[in-house]
């Protein structure tokens, strides 16, 4: 869970990483009698329970497995999940271009497995969640709850709705809109109704033609709309061979951000200026 100091002993309950000789990683929630299994033999939990993040355990056909309290980053790559999660090169940029921060609320829709709510209430927003399946609901609660604790659950509150028929006015007003949603233009009106004067709102589509459609209706109340995508690259440094990885993450998703003006404020689309000045 989030929050313990980094030198605490390890207890049941605590979810660790255990990275073998290979730098693979095994998310391992602690259990009474619990075991962890591989083609390498097993690990008893009770080896690792008591112990301090750094130590190495070995299962029973002697392979090595330093073990280590996970980063969100860790969380976020070996959690349980039911939908697809965003993924932590996309998740740091939505929050710097939505702007989150402690105590700023957030309407997410789309909420999967919670990769992008647990990012957020790191940051310290408070968010209400709008999420089709009920499944995907309760699994984004529980993965909250066990890394980030029940101090994040109580800001923290998820709903089994559909974002395409509405926002309840009674959620609002939010000062940020997070949508990981197949047609998130369905939603951006709705979202001109509970989202304050200046608010921001940040769109995670994987293909460019629904970013393009989203983008078509970010229009007459929103101003400086963009859409980008982040490459990730990673590079081989061992002594004097320094060169690129040969493999890369490169497209996940397209990021779409624009600023809502408010209510009764409409910017001018181009045909409109035009007609203004009597082009």
């Not at 929050?3 to 000789?21: A, F, H, N, T, Y």
């Not at 355990?57 to 039911?82: A, F, N, Q």
């Not at 647990?118 to 999420?131: H, K, N, P, Q, S």
């Amino acid at each position: 869970m989030q929050g313990k100091p980094i030198s605490e002993p390890l207890r049941e309950g605590d979810r660790v990483i255990l990275l073998d000789v290979k730098k693979r990683r095994y998310l391992v929630t602690l259990k009474e009698r619990g075991e962890f299994h591989s083609h390498h033999g097993f690990v008893a939990h009770a080896d690792i329970v008591g112990q301090r993040q750094g130590c190495v355990v070995r299962s029973t056909k002697g392979s090595e497995y330093r073990v280590l309290r996970p980063t969100l980053e860790d969380v976020i790559v070996e959690m349980p999940r039911g939908a697809q999660v965003i993924y932590p090169k996309d998740l740091a940029p939505i929050c710097m271009l939505a702007d989150i921060g402690p105590g700023v609320q957030v309407f997410e829709s789309g909420v999967g497995s919670g990769a992008l709510s647990m990012t957020m209430l790191r940051y310290g927003a408070d968010i209400v969640g709008y999420e089709l399946r009920d499944d995907f609901a309760a699994r984004a609660r529980n993965n909250v709850g066990e890394f980030l604790g029940q101090d994040a659950l109580a800001r923290y509150r998820v709903e089994s709705r559909d974002s395409y028929a509405g926002i309840d006015p009674g959620d609002g007003p939010f000062d940020r809109v997070v949508l990981d949603l197949p047609e998130p233009w369905q939603v951006i009106p709705h979202a001109e109704t509970v989202l304050r004067a200046g608010g921001l709102l940040v769109a995670y589509t994987p293909s460019i033609t629904q970013a393009a459609q989203a983008r078509a209706e970010l229009r007459g109340r929103w101003i400086d709309a963009r859409t980008l995508e982040v490459l990730h690259r990673t590079w081989h440094i061992e002594g004097q061979s320094v060169r690129p990885d040969h493999r890369m993450v490169a497209h996940t998703g397209f990021l779409t951000v624009a600023r809502f003006l408010g209510q009764g404020r409409r910017r001018p689309d181009a045909a409109e200026s035009r007609q203004g000045r009597g082009v």
